[in-house]
């Protein structure tokens, strides 16, 4: 396994609050090769933003792609890459209110 | 989400209040819905009841996957949602295949399921299955209804999904008690069609670069150039810059065989000249396709020169499985009307690449006096010509559909390309005579894929849909026993289907015109009956059990790495 396979990739996902929103945005993540290895998430009840610590499965997944893909669900309203990995409970301070 | 009001049609003896049932059945014909495929049980109890108060045709089929299969076609055929119902637990999980199949082929559909009462959900219920979490990964959309004031909203929008943009399957489920109350009809708000963003200056600016500077280009056409109903946008392109074309499964029809700028399908069945033209290649303008495995063989070795301009409506296609040097997202007309394919001079790559389509045109002169199906398939297409639709099952038949037969437009061949599900061919052939009432439907199927889902006959009797079935019977699972042939060092584990039953009677049982024919000079005259036939009839075709599909890339090496016979 490649040094990248074994990095982290950390991305933000905004997005509207639906019933089965969250399980369908984590099935995505998991189906397209990433793992996840932690979590934080804040929500107003209507919007809610979350990042995500996640590992690739194999060298060949990339989190553009995969992010890409999660910005297709209905619920999505936005997707950030968040290159250099922020402390997770750094990023989700700045979840909504 | 902006959004246009429009009153659910009603008539003055409509009660004020309406159930949420009743507003499924109003809010679909608002809708435009004038078919359904369908099968009752006890959570979907109360929309059955309303159905007969409305419009909508309703056919019963005998299976749910059936359902899902019919609308699919349905979907295909008109590029409007196919609808199909079901109850909750085993009646929307047998949709799920048929689901899935619209997912990975990018189909419209609206799949509306039954489900317990709410009170009663997550008490594991009888017949309550989470339809809605197990189809999460293979749809577009999904939604849980929860009040029946949101009934024609969360229609509205689960149509809107469906068709818009890159199509797919939205399922709603329908708790009981949100079908059985009371609520005063709203007025139905239809979203508005998203607006797609312009393709992107730089890249379209890039594409023309590329197709300046390119000596061998080559067209790469897929599935979404139907589902965009850009297919006559497309051939005026590739007749006007002279650039030749493969097509994928999906893509087939765009083109027609015997157009000068068709080289074939490509990939795992391919035709030779096809597969050549995308190795020695220096440049695929790929327009609606994903690369699929089955197109690229071994990803590394495809294409190796080519470098590529990509076109598609879904951003998460481009650059999945190969860099794209030119990404051009958005609507398919929009963009290939922005894009100047002004070429250079190609005639040299023109020439080569019809030398080798015509030094590896197919035969079909093989020996013996036994039928040979790829002869007796591209003798029926062409027979029936423009207004033939294939719809097919899966194994070694569909690809002998592919290689041979002629289609006037991609929506005349349906086939299940992404999850490969046999059993498709009956049912969708239903769909699509529902849809096009006009045209001559064909089921090909082989004799493994007909039986998942020969109940169906009863439901081509029940309404005389006027299908015309061709069963090609080599007594065998004849795809699988090829590899166990070729990769399995002929090891035959569980292919034999030598005790299928007699397909006649059985046609017959249902009430089915049905007649068998084993010899090449009989295939003349069974074309003939099929196409003088009124109603459904089925001809049951004996083929050699041992016959191959060719050409063949074997899995994991690359396309230039054909097996011939």
Redesign the interface.
């Known amino acids: 396994m490649t040094p990248k396979a074994q990095g982290l990739e950390h991305i933000r996902i905004e997005f509207r609050c639906a019933e089965g929103a969250l399980r369908r945005i984590l099935g995505v993540v998991e189906t397209r090769g990433f793992a996840l290895r932690s979590m934080q998430m804040g929500s107003n009840g209507d919007h809610a933003v979350m990042t995500l610590a996640l590992a690739p499965i194999d060298p060949f997944r990339r989190a553009e792609t995969m992010l890409r893909q999660v910005a297709r669900l209905q619920e999505v309203e936005s997707t950030i890459h968040l290159t250099n990995g922020p402390p997770v409970a750094e990023v989700t301070n700045v979840a909504i209110a | 989400m902006n959004a246009m009001t429009q009153p659910i049609p009603s008539t003055q003896t409509q009660p004020a209040t309406r159930t949420g049932a009743q507003l499924v059945v109003d809010t679909l014909a608002a809708l435009g819905v004038e078919c359904v495929f369908g099968y009752p049980g006890g959570a979907i109890m109360p929309v059955y009841d309303a159905l007969p108060q409305g419009q909508i045709r309703h056919i019963l089929v005998r299976h749910e996957q059936a359902a899902a299969f019919a609308a699919d076609a349905y979907g295909r055929a008109t590029g409007r949602a196919g609808v199909c119902i079901a109850t909750s637990g085993p009646g929307a999980t047998n949709l799920i295949t048929g689901i899935a199949n619209a997912y990975l082929d990018s189909v419209p559909m609206v799949a509306i399921t039954g489900q317990v009462a709410q009170p009663l959900m997550g008490t594991d219920a009888f017949q309550e299955t989470d339809i ?2 197990m189809t ?2 293979i749809v ?5 209804i ?1 009040r029946p004031e949101d009934i024609p909203s969360a229609f509205a929008e689960a149509f809107a ?1 469906a068709e818009g943009g890159r199509p797919g399957p939205v399922l709603i489920d329908l708790p009981k008690d949100v079908q059985q109350a009371l609520c005063e009809p709203a007025a139905l708000r239809r979203p508005a069609a998203p607006v797609l963003a312009a393709p992107c200056a730089d890249a379209i600016a890039e594409a023309e670069r590329l197709i300046a500077g390119a000596s061998r280009p080559l067209f790469y056409l897929g599935g979404g150039i139907a589902r965009a109903n850009a297919s006559e946008m497309v051939r005026s392109i590739i007749e006007e810059s002279g650039i030749p074309a493969v097509a994928t499964l999906q893509g087939l029809g765009v083109l027609q065989p015997d157009h000068p700028a068709m080289l074939g399908m490509l990939g795992m069945h391919g035709h030779r000249a096809a597969n050549m033209a995308v190795q020695e290649s220096d440049l695929l303008i790929v327009v609606g396709a994903r690369f699929d495995d089955r197109a690229t063989g071994k990803l590394a070795e495809f294409a190796p020169h080519a470098s590529v301009v990509h076109i598609d409506v ?3 296609e ?3 499985l190969r860099f794209a040097h030119a990404a051009v997202c958005g609507n398919l007309k929009a963009s290939l009307a922005a894009i100047d394919f002004n070429i250079g001079e190609i005639s040299a790559w023109c020439e080569t690449t019809a030398q080798t389509r015509a030094a590896n045109r197919p035969r079909y002169d093989a020996p013996g006096n036994g039928i040979y199906a790829p002869a007796m398939l591209k003798a029926l297409s062409e027979r029936v010509g423009d207004d033939f639709i294939a719809a097919c099952d899966v194994g070694q038949h569909q690809m002998w559909v592919a290689q041979h037969c002629r289609f006037s437009r991609p929506q005349a061949h349906l086939t299940s390309g992404g999850l490969g599900a046999m059993g498709y061919g009956l049912p969708a052939a239903i769909g699509a005579k529902l849809a096009q009432p006009d045209k001559q439907v064909f089921a090909i199927c082989g004799d493994g894929g007909f039986q998942m889902n020969i109940q169906e006959l009863a439901t081509l009797r029940r309404y005389q849909i006027p299908v015309k079935i061709v069963l090609l019977d080599n007594a065998m699972l004849g795809l699988v026993r090829q590899w166990q042939e070729l990769f399995f060092a002929g090891n035959y584990s569980e292919v034999d289907l030598s005790d299928n039953p007699d397909f006649v009677e059985v046609a017959n049982a249902f009430g089915i015109e049905a007649f068998s024919i084993e010899r090449r000079e009989e295939v003349d005259g069974a074309i003939d009956r099929l196409m003088a036939a009124h109603g459904p009839i089925l001809a049951h075709v004996r083929i050699d059990p041992e016959e191959n599909v060719w050409p063949l890339v074997p899995p994991g090496k690359s396309n230039a790495e054909m097996m011939e016979k």
Do not use: E, T, W
């Open positions: 809605f979490g999460m990964p577009k959309h999904s939604v849980v929860r999904i879904d951003a998460a481009l650059g999945k």
